[in-house]
């Protein structure tokens, strides 16, 4: 199973991949806006595929401890406390919507 090693400060973290967590997300995600007789998706963005989708995100991140917020377009921000404030903060970002077919 990959993992990485970093190292803050002089503290080390041990990150590694929960393949079967992550696989199960996939699958229970994809459920949202399936395509009958087709591996694509269409989950459009302001439609309730795409709703249902943004409240299971929201839940995860609320359950590991992130604090959630919501701008006036949609957009969803998840902040994890790190270990250190004092060091500068890890972003990133993604998209829970697809084109048709995806």
């Known amino acids: 199973m990959p993992s990485a090693t970093l190292s803050l400060d002089t503290t080390e973290v041990s990150l590694r991949v929960d393949f079967e967590r992550l696989w199960s997300n996939i699958h229970q995600t994809a459920e949202w806006g399936a395509v009958a007789d087709s591996y694509g998706m269409a989950r459009l963005a302001l439609s309730n595929d795409d709703k249902a989708v943004r409240n299971w995100f929201v839940a995860k ?3 590991i401890g992130c604090e959630v ?3 006036a377009i949609g957009n969803i ?3 994890l406390p790190g ?3 004092d ?3 890890i972003a990133m970002g993604s998209h829970l919507d697809t084109q048709f077919n995806g």
């Open 61 to 63: 991140a609320k359950k």
């Open 69 to 71: 917020s919501v701008d």
């Open 77 to 79: 921000f998840a902040v």
């Open 83 to 85: 270990i250190n404030n």
């Open 87 to 89: 060091l500068a903060p």
